[in-house]
């Protein structure tokens, strides 16, 4: 995990999961220094808030594509 | 064989009407197209006697042909059978010689226009099955946590909602784009292909329902439309379909990367369940802790052990190891002034036990007794007094004034 944090709050429960499931994966193998296994700690305890707030408070979204973004001229050749 | 060497032999000449329509019916009976031949019409003069035999004519609108069903047949005749009804006869042409008739003994009707149509269904599914379209192959995983799902579906059904409703319940995280198409009709082909291609041009949908409830053979047609089957086939995007209900299979069906039975299935094979969701993050969270607390451990458990060794090559240990010297010095030292006390107090018990033995007054009782002068000077010797002295005899509870009468020196042995 050397790429940049984003705060959790940004991120989708497919990435946090991901992410969570990525950092457990590192304290069960090689441990990391200790300094390095807490921050990875806290990170996964704020992972798995995120996960479980987005559960919990999920609405499903719903989206209608347009006439316009239904015909495609570029490809829409054979009609 | 035929007859025809009998006409051959003879020259023409007049035939009874037995021989002539023997001979129809052996030409049309023995015709392998009129063996086994399907024939539509509209029914009419339906008559069922208690024969248990069915007799009726097929006609359209330039001919009309007589048809029969015997009672061994008739038990796979839809009991709905009736005037006006468009229906396909699949049976064999004979003649009735009684009435030099030919007409034909069916065996199977079905309503006008299936038949024709799963002849089609059959001949596009091979067509297209050759050409590779269904390859199992080709199938795409289903990704276990969509993001968006596409959905191509007409707006205005209940297929729809039903689909919307079981997202929610399952996997709220999940956002739908609905492409609406017809489902239905000679539109609905055409729409259907546009919404999936539409679908297709993003770069954000993780799979695409194509969902239709269920309707009539001819109603769920489209979906074996061939533009309808390949739109799907060449769909980069997953693709599960689910129409109709859970006996209808459609070419769609073939051509997608999942068949699921209904519209609701659809939505349940796209989806996790948010409920298994929560207990795999549980299980997460189990691993974390359980992990992050044994690395706790570890480090502890290195920390001590170095501590230790510090501990034993550090000063602190030296002062600790002097100390404990110190200690011990200390009672040595406390045990060795108790015993000096000890014995101290022991000698001037006795000491007293002595002193008590020397008072005089003690020796006194015994009867022993002290003799003065007149000047306090005790009398130790004969020689200090003379006859005719006054000495003073001391007792232990008085005092005598004596005379001396005489005085005589102890005999040495």
């Known amino acids: 995990m050397t790429e940049k944090i984003k705060p959790v709050e940004q991120l989708s429960y497919e990435k946090a999961f991901a992410e969570l499931e990525d950092i457990v994966n590192q304290l069960e193998g090689e441990q990391p220094p200790l300094e390095e296994s807490l921050k990875l700690y806290e990170r996964g305890q704020a992972l798995t808030r995120r996960c479980a707030d987005l559960l919990e408070n999920a609405e499903l979204k719903l989206q209608q594509l347009a006439d316009r973004e239904l015909d495609d001229a570029d490809t829409d050749q054979d009609g | ?413």
């Open chain 2, 1 to 413: 064989m035929l007859q025809a060497d009998l006409f051959a032999a003879h020259p023409p000449s007049a035939l009874t009407v037995t021989d002539l329509t023997r001979y129809i019916r052996e030409v049309l009976e023995e015709d392998p197209v009129l063996m086994n031949v399907r024939v539509t019409g509209e029914v009419s003069n339906l008559s069922r006697p208690r024969s248990g035999h069915i007799y009726f004519t097929l006609k359209d609108a330039g001919a009309a042909l007589r048809c029969v069903i015997w009672r061994s047949n008739a038990a796979r005749i839809p009991h709905d059978l009736q005037d006006g009804m468009a229906m396909e006869a699949h049976g064999s042409i004979g003649v009735y010689e009684v009435s030099g008739q030919y007409q034909l003994y069916v065996r199977s009707v079905q309503p006008a226009g299936e038949g024709r149509l799963y002849q089609e269904f059959l001949r596009l599914k091979a067509k297209l099955e050759a050409e590779g379209l269904f390859d199992p192959q080709l199938k795409q995983p289903i990704p276990e946590q969509p993001h968006k799902i596409g959905v191509v579906t007409s707006t205005n059904a209940a297929a729809l909602q039903d689909m919307l409703n079981t997202l929610q319940n399952r996997y709220p995280l999940v956002e739908v784009v609905l492409a609406p198409a017809s489902v239905q009709g000679a539109a609905a082909p055409p729409e259907i292909v546009r919404a999936i291609r539409a679908l297709n041009r993003r770069d954000d949908i993780d799979v695409i329902l194509v969902a239709r409830g269920g309707g009539s053979l001819e109603d769920l047609w489209c979906f074996n439309d061939e533009r309808v089957v390949r739109a799907i086939a060449a769909s980069a995007i997953p693709v599960i379909t689910g129409v109709g209900h859970e006996t209808d299979f459609t070419l769609s069906d073939f051509a997608a990367d999942l068949r699921a039975p209904t519209p609701t299935a659809a939505a349940v094979e796209a989806t996790p369940d948010v409920r298994d969701l929560y207990e795999i993050l549980q299980g997460s969270l189990y691993r974390l802790q359980y992990t992050f607390q044994s690395i706790l451990e570890t480090h502890t458990d290195r920390l001590q052990t170095v501590y230790n060794r510090l501990e034993r090559v550090s000063p602190i240990y030296q002062i600790h190891s002097d100390q404990q010297r110190l200690d011990e010095l200390e009672q040595r030292s406390t045990r060795a002034l108790r015993h000096i006390l000890n014995l101290q107090r022991t000698q001037s018990q006795s000491l007293s036990q002595r002193l008590g033995a020397l008072n005089p007054q003690a020796v006194l009782q015994r009867g022993y007794a002290i003799v003065s002068l007149d000047d306090g000077s005790l009398v130790r010797s004969i020689q200090q007094v003379q006859a005719g002295d006054t000495v003073h005899i001391q007792l232990s509870d008085g005092k005598i004034d004596a005379r001396t009468l005489e005085n005589k020196r102890n005999v040495q042995v």
